[in-house]
Nanobody
């Protein structure tokens, strides 16, 4: 059984919005900090946001104000709301906990 399954990626125009989802196994959801990372073509994977079990959040400085991490405990799902998307946000977005990665979901931003 997969522990992390991302969805919600797609193609949007600059300025558009997307919400990514990560279905998380129940035994993990409330026990660990959950992260979003992304990897652009030819680039290293980079940190996007983190949500602690306490509800505290942490963001990459460059993304604060445009991206929001949240969760739905009833659905054991982690979200990443991305607003005002830019071409440089194009990447594969991954959900992660304790070194375990999901399969990723592709986000493309182009006109």
């Amino acid at each position: 059984q997969e522990q992390l399954v991302e969805s919600g990626g797609g193609s949007v125009q600059p300025g558009g919005s997307l919400t990514l989802s990560c279905a998380v196994s129940e035994n993990i959801f409330n026990a660990y900090a959950l992260d979003w990372y992304r990897q652009a073509p030819g680039q290293q994977r980079e940190f996007v946001a983190e949500l602690y079990p306490s509800g505290r959040t942490k963001y990459a400085d460059s993304l604060k104000g445009r991206f929001t991490i949240s969760r739905d405990s009833a659905k054991t799902t982690l979200y990443l709301r991305m607003n005002n998307l830019k071409p440089e946000d194009k990447a594969v977005y991954y959900c992660r906990y304790m070194g375990v990665w999901g399969q990723g979901t592709q986000v493309t931003v182009s006109s």
